[in-house]
T-cell receptor, first 114, second 116 residues
Framework: EPEVTQTPSHQVTQMGQEVILRCVPISNHLYFYWYRQILGQKVEFLVSFYNNEISEKSEIFDDQFSVERPDGSNFTLKIRSTKLEDSAMYFC????????????FGDGTRLSIL | AQKITQTQPGMFVQEKEAVTLDCTYDTSDPSYGLFWYKQPSSGEMIFLIY??????QNATEGRYSLNFQKARKSANLVISASQLGDSAMYFCAMREGGTAGNKLTFGGGTRVLVKP
């Protein structure tokens, strides 16, 4: 069964450094998302992406964050200057066309900021 | 106000018994979808079941069923014949609007521990 693939599974970065989280969505999916989950808390929406542009973003997704689909398969989340509070599990998700299609999540990247 | 509320932070269930996980939601949009995800201790998010606001029948998917009570704005997940592998965190989520690609809003989750 096709799945969303995220790399790396764990990223440790010094505060202030840039980090890029990578995702390969399911190949026929058209909608892409990033969510994050701070340890012990609920999953929070960051951004959605469709047709090569951001369709919605949350208050969390400030100027330090950016997303890109550099080619036909990858979808990346960049954090320009990481802060301690960026430490979280970051999930990429994708979904098909259709209002009733579920979002399929990757296994996540655990980001630890030191 | 919270859009998705899961009032049970944790629960124990005996193996082979059924368990009901509560979820209430708040929206003024007539078109919405409700989703349940399972998060094992390994951390991944696994889609379980979906219910649309216009669906007349409760959704079922194997041992999972959704008790959808629209007037009460509740969408409880029922897991029948619990197995040890069902021990996990369970999240209820809502997508508002009838458009594909809308974000999911998650509840705080319920941790289920299945006892042998």
């Amino acid at each position: 069964e096709p799945e969303v693939t995220q790399t790396p599974s764990h990223q440790v970065t010094q505060m202030g450094q840039e980090v890029i989280l990578r995702c390969v969505p399911i190949s026929n999916h058209l909608y892409f998302y990033w969510y994050r989950q701070i340890l012990g808390q609920k999953v929070e929406f960051l951004v959605s992406f469709y047709n090569n542009e951001i369709s919605e973003k949350s208050e969390i997704f400030d100027d330090q964050f950016s997303v890109e689909r550099p080619d036909g398969s990858n979808f990346t989340l960049k954090i320009r200057s990481t802060k301690l509070e960026d430490s979280a599990m970051y999930f990429c998700a994708s979904s098909e066309q259709g209002a009733y299609q579920p979002q399929h999540f990757g296994d996540g990247t655990r980001l630890s900021i030191l | 106000a919270q859009k998705i509320t899961q009032t049970q932070p944790g629960m124990f269930v005996q193996e082979k018994e059924a368990v009901t996980l509560d979820c209430t939601y708040d929206t003024s949009d007539p078109s919405y979808g409700l989703f349940w995800y399972k998060q094992p201790s390994s951390g991944e998010m696994i889609f379980l079941i979906y219910q649309g606001s216009y669906d007349q029948q409760n959704a079922t998917e194997g041992r999972y069923s959704l008790n959808f009570q629209k007037a009460r704005k509740s969408a409880n997940l029922v897991i029948s014949a619990s197995q040890l592998g069902d021990s996990a965190m369970y999240f209820c989520a809502m997508r508002e609007g009838g458009t594909a690609g809308n974000k999911l809003t998650f509840g705080g989750g319920t941790r289920v521990l299945v006892k042998p």
